[in-house]
Each structure stands twice: as structure tokens, then as C-alpha cells.
């Protein structure tokens, strides 16, 4: 009954808006315009690799003129645009109240945007489109509108109701408008919470410090939170004895709508999962005991033992390329696991299905000494970071086993680089590609190993110097190398299909007349 009386106690909370779309149309641009900082200079590349959280202030509108409109926050989540990232995508939709869909007017309806839209529309997200880049001098918003409309993306005054602002993130074309629907759709959806009870919410991002241990991102969605609670997540329990607002500054309290990143989480707490917090630590541990099992899609763990492959391919019928992957936090380790899976999909559509990534060990923070020690020696395992450095102890033992460490920061380099060792390391099959065939008409002179014989090509071409099959009523009765080649009594290098020619075969086998040669390639695939 307690409860139910707390919940009376509802306030309008900010809404929580994610911001999807395809991976340049300007999704990181329009928060930097609206958070007057600047992401995208510290994203590698530009391009934002891992879930953000900010709180940004705009006033809504007065609801009478001449008055001043109320200052009221609003929550944005920033999503990454790869297509790699497309589970942390997912999660921004479901955790989020709005959703904005950045589409540029410059490029168009990508199918990164058609992507982002039914992840929208599975989570039943209300969305507003934003059409970016309308200051570009190659913008045609109408042929956008029109585009959208041929992907069932019906907006407002185009045959549907979603609202839209044309914007330039840019140089801050309507931003003002797109913030003010924002808090008109907010207001429409009637988003309230009770600041009264404890905390509850997302997970929206873990990453490792090696200073401070284990810290988590947070989106608290109901009630509110204080220094000396407990957050539990699934079986992970940590103390708010530090707790950071977006910015990084250390505050004593937080409520709804609010990102927080707490400190200390005892295990690696499962990226997407809810958050609970209790007054009492006793509390904690008991519904922490009580909870389900979650399934075995647990984010990695660093360090731990990582499994040891002796022999490459054992049992798969394929060579089996061993990877260990550490990164900074566990969307990236998701986003690169996507990656591999790609690849290895496409090489078993397109080539022989005689080779295959595997990951055989994965954890978020720095390589460590027993991540190179995982390797077995003899197994030519790639070891990769991304956005995370190296112990000291790991490069010694490194170098004195000969292992490579490849280190990246931008999702497309390493997918390229995954594609060239692929490439590069896969098993080559030696293929015989016939290039042209003949009929023998005429023999001629033999001298050792050297005969001349006359024919006619029925297939393809014979070229000068070109290795041969003799067959003799279908069968291969031996091989020769084409020594000289004449057309027309004319020396040549290439007699074409339908041509008569001499030629002088270099061979063990005596060539006579009603033989096939086939001219061929040894194709390594």
C-alpha cells in the first residue's frame, strides 16, 4: 500500500530521446550544436563509437505572450551510426521515451535510416524526423520528404503523422524548433515519474578503468538516487559511493531522466539490463539472490582463462583463425563481434567455406600478460585492441613468442583490416581453368622432345608458351609446353578461336592427328 501511495506523487520528468540515422547524416553534429561542445573532434574519425548520455536546458513554449517559456531539460542519447553497432541502436530505441531520425536532405533515404526506423518502430517509440542538412548547397528536402514516403515514413503534411523540422546542425537552422516538438510530443505522451522512490533504470554503458575498476553508465527512468544506496544489476551489486553526472562531475544525488555513471560494481554488469536500488545493502543482496539466472549473453569479463587451440580447424573441416579481442567497453566488443560474423558469412557465401574467424577470447580493458599467454604457440591468432593500450608485461611476452598486437579505433578499419588478413591467411585451393582448346589436323616432324603438328582452335585461345593437356579420346595422356606458334606461316603469340596454326610442342608424349590440347591456368582460390 506504501507503494501505491508513493506513486500518487507523480511529476513531469524529462523525456529521454535517442538520436538515430545513418553514420554521417549529423547526428553528433546536432548535439554538439545543441550542447555548444565539441564530440566530434574527440570521436575518432568522427564518428561516435559507443552510447553518450546528455542533459541539455531549452525553455518551452509560454503559454500566453509575452510570457517567458519555463526552462525544462531534456535527456539525449547518442547512438552510434555504423551498421556494426546496430545492438547498441536497439537499446538506445528501448530505453528512450522519443526518438529523432536524423536523415540528411543532401544524401537521402540510406538503408542505415530504414534500419534505424524499424528499430523505432518495433520498440513503439514516438518519433520525430529531423532533415539535416538543408544549408548544404546539394539539400533537396522535397525529394527527402519524397524518399521517406517510398519507405513508409509518412510525415506531417506528406500523407502522415510524424512530425518533422528541417534543420542544419550545422549552423543551428531550426534546432529551436526541433528541441520545442521534442517537449510538445513529451507533453502529449504524459511523462511522469515519482521522485520519491528509489532509483530504477537502464544500463547504458560498462567500461573498465584500471584506476577505478568497474564503472557503469546509467539512465535512471523512475525515482531518484543518493550517495551510500546500492544498485543492483542482475547478479552485480556496487555502492553509490561515487556518482558522476554526465559531465563527470561528482554529485550527491540524481533523479529521473537523469545519465549517471556510478563506480565500484563488483562484476561486470550486463550492457541493456535494469538497474534497481535499495536503501539497505541487505535489501540489495537478497533481491540480488532472488533474481533468475539471465541467460549466457553476458558481457565479457576481463582476464579469466581464454581457451587454448593446439591445432587450427580441429573437427570444423576449415581453418579456424583464433582471435582475442579487447576493448574499451562492452557495445564495442558486441559492434566487432557483428563484424566478424559478416565476414565469415560472406566468405562461406562466396568462397569455399574452408575458413573462419573465432573468437577464443574477448574482455573489456587493457591486453594483458595473460591474454598473450592464451595463445598457444604454433597458431597464428590475431590479437586485437580497440580504444584500449597494452601492459607493459603483455609486449614482453609478445615480442619473445613473436605475437602481434594490432591496435585500432575506428570500426570500418579494422572490419577492412579483418578482410585482408582473411585474405591473407585462408587455405588457397589450386583450381584448373581451361583458356582454350584444339584439334590436332596434322603431324609433322619429331626431333627428342620437340614435334611440329598443325591444328585448328575449336575453343577459347592457345597462347605462345602456354602449358597444355594431350587428350586422346577424352583422356589426358600427358602434358607439353607450346614452343613456337605460327599463323599464316607468321609467328605469333596468340592464335584466336576458329584460326588454323603450326606449333611446335615441347613433350614426351608423340602428338598424331585427331588429338586434343588443352591450353589451361593454375588458379589459386
Known amino acids: 500500500m506504501e507503494k501505491n501511495d508513493k506513486k500518487l506523487n507523480l511529476e513531469v520528468r524529462a523525456p529521454i530521446v535517442v538520436v538515430m540515422g545513418h553514420i554521417d547524416h549529423g547526428k553528433s553534429t546536432l548535439l554538439d550544436y545543441i550542447r555548444k561542445t565539441n564530440i566530434t573532434e574527440n570521436e575518432a574519425g568522427g564518428i561516435t563509437q559507443k552510447?553518450?548520455?546528455?542533459e541539455v536546458v531549452h525553455k518551452d513554449l509560454p503559454a500566453q505572450a509575452g510570457e517567458n517559456g519555463k526552462d525544462r531539460k531534456i535527456t539525449f542519447l547518442d547512438t552510434p551510426g555504423h551498421e556494426a553497432f546496430s545492438k547498441m541502436r536497439e537499446r538506445g530505441a528501448q530505453i528512450a521515451d522519443i526518438a529523432i531520425l536524423v536523415v540528411s536532405a543532401e544524401d537521402g533515404v540510406k538503408p542505415q535510416t530504414i534500419e534505424a526506423w524499424k528499430t523505432i518502430v518495433e520498440s513503439k517509440t514516438p518519433?520525430?524526423?529531423?532533415?539535416?542538412?538543408?544549408?548544404?548547397?546539394g539539400a533537396n528536402v522535397e525529394k527527402t520528404k519524397k524518399e521517406l514516403a517510398e519507405n513508409e515514413i509518412y510525415l506531417e503534411n506528406y500523407g502522415g503523422?510524424?512530425?518533422?523540422?528541417?534543420?542544419?546542425?550545422?549552423?543551428?537552422?531550426?534546432?529551436?524548433?526541433?528541441?520545442?516538438?521534442?517537449?510538445?510530443?513529451?507533453e502529449m505522451e504524459n511523462l511522469?515519474?515519482?521522485?520519491?522512490?528509489?532509483?530504477?533504470?537502464?544500463?547504458?554503458?560498462?567500461?573498465?578503468?584500471?584506476?577505478?575498476g568497474i564503472l557503469a553508465t546509467l539512465i535512471i527512468k523512475n525515482g531518484s538516487i543518493k550517495k551510500g544506496m546500492t544498485v543492483v544489476v542482475e547478479d552485480s551489486l556496487c555502492s553509490t559511493r561515487i556518482i558522476e553526472n554526465f559531465?563527470?562531475?561528482?554529485?550527491?544525488?540524481?533523479?529521473?531522466?537523469?545519465?549517471?555513471?556510478?563506480?565500484?560494481?563488483?562484476?561486470?554488469?550486463?550492457?541493456?539490463?535494469?538497474?534497481?536500488?535499495?536503501?539497505?545493502?541487505?535489501?540489495?543482496?537478497?533481491?540480488a539472490?532472488?533474481?533468475?539466472?539471465?541467460?549466457?549473453?553476458t558481457p565479457p569479463q576481463r582476464g579469466g582463462e581464454i581457451p587454448r587451440l593446439d591445432k587450427e580447424g580441429v573437427g570444423s573441416g576449415k581453418k579456424v583463425i583464433p582471435i582475442i579481442l579487447k576493448a574499451d567497453v562492452s557495445g564495442s566488443i558486441e559492434a566487432i563481434e557483428k563484424e566478424i560474423a559478416k565476414i565469415n558469412s560472406e566468405l562461406n557465401a562466396t568462397v569455399s567455406k574452408n575458413a573462419e574467424f573465432r573468437i577464443v577470447g574477448k574482455g573489456i580493458g587493457p591486453i594483458s600478460e595473460s591474454d598473450i599467454k592464451g595463445v598457444a604457440s604454433g597458431i597464428n591468432a590475431l590479437v586485437i585492441g580497440f580504444n584500449v593500450k597494452t601492459d607493459k608485461s603483455a609486449i614482453e611476452i609478445a615480442q619473445k613468442r613473436g605475437v602481434i598486437i594490432s591496435f585500432f579505433n575506428i570500426i570500418y578499419k579494422l572490419t577492412e583490416w579483418l578482410e585482408e588478413q582473411m585474405e591473407e591467411k585462408?587455405?588457397?585451393?589450386?583450381?584448373?581453368?581451361?583458356?582454350?582448346?584444339?584439334?590436332?589436323?596434322?603431324?609433322?616432324?619429331?626431333?627428342?622432345?620437340?614435334?611440329?603438328?598443325?591444328?585448328?582452335?575449336?575453343?577459347?585461345?592457345?597462347?605462345?608458351?602456354?602449358?597444355?593437356?594431350?587428350?586422346?579420346?577424352?583422356?589426358?595422356?600427358?602434358?607439353?609446353?607450346?614452343?613456337n606458334l605460327e599463323k599464316n606461316k607468321?609467328?605469333?603469340?596468340?592464335?584466336?578461336?576458329?584460326?588454323?596454326?603450326?606449333?611446335m610442342i615441347e613433350s614426351k608424349i608423340e602428338v598424331v592427328a585427331g588429338d586434343m590440347i588443352e591450353a589451361f591456368n593454375v588458379v589459386q582460390k
Open 161 to 186: 503523422k510524424v512530425p518533422y523540422a528541417e534543420i542544419s546542425a550545422k549552423i543551428g537552422t531550426g534546432i529551436d524548433n526541433l528541441l520545442s516538438l521534442i517537449l510538445i510530443l513529451a
Open 490 to 503: 607468321v609467328k605469333t603469340s596468340i592464335v584466336e578461336e576458329g584460326a588454323e596454326f603450326g606449333m
Open 192 to 212: 511522469t515519474g515519482s521522485i520519491e522512490e528509489d532509483a530504477s533504470g537502464f544500463v547504458i554503458e560498462v567500461n573498465l578503468d584500471s584506476r577505478r
Open 51 to 54: 552510447i553518450s548520455a546528455y
Open 289 to 297: 539472490k532472488n533474481l533468475p539466472p539471465h541467460p549466457s549473453d
Open 127 to 137: 518519433c520525430i524526423v529531423a532533415i539535416n542538412k538543408i544549408d548544404k548547397p
Open 426 to 483: 585462408r587455405p588457397r585451393i589450386e583450381t584448373i581453368e581451361t583458356t582454350g582448346r584444339a584439334k590436332i589436323i596434322r603431324a609433322f616432324s619429331r626431333t627428342k622432345e620437340r614435334q611440329i603438328v598443325g591444328g585448328k582452335v575449336i575453343e577459347g585461345q592457345i597462347n605462345l608458351n602456354s602449358t597444355v593437356k594431350i587428350m586422346r579420346r577424352e583422356f589426358e595422356i600427358g602434358r607439353g609446353k607450346i614452343v
Open 247 to 287: 559531465s563527470g562531475k561528482m554529485i550527491d544525488e540524481a533523479s529521473f531522466s537523469s545519465p549517471i555513471r556510478i563506480v565500484g560494481f563488483d562484476k561486470m554488469p550486463r550492457v541493456g539490463a535494469q538497474f534497481k536500488s535499495f536503501q539497505k545493502k541487505s535489501d540489495a543482496e537478497k533481491y
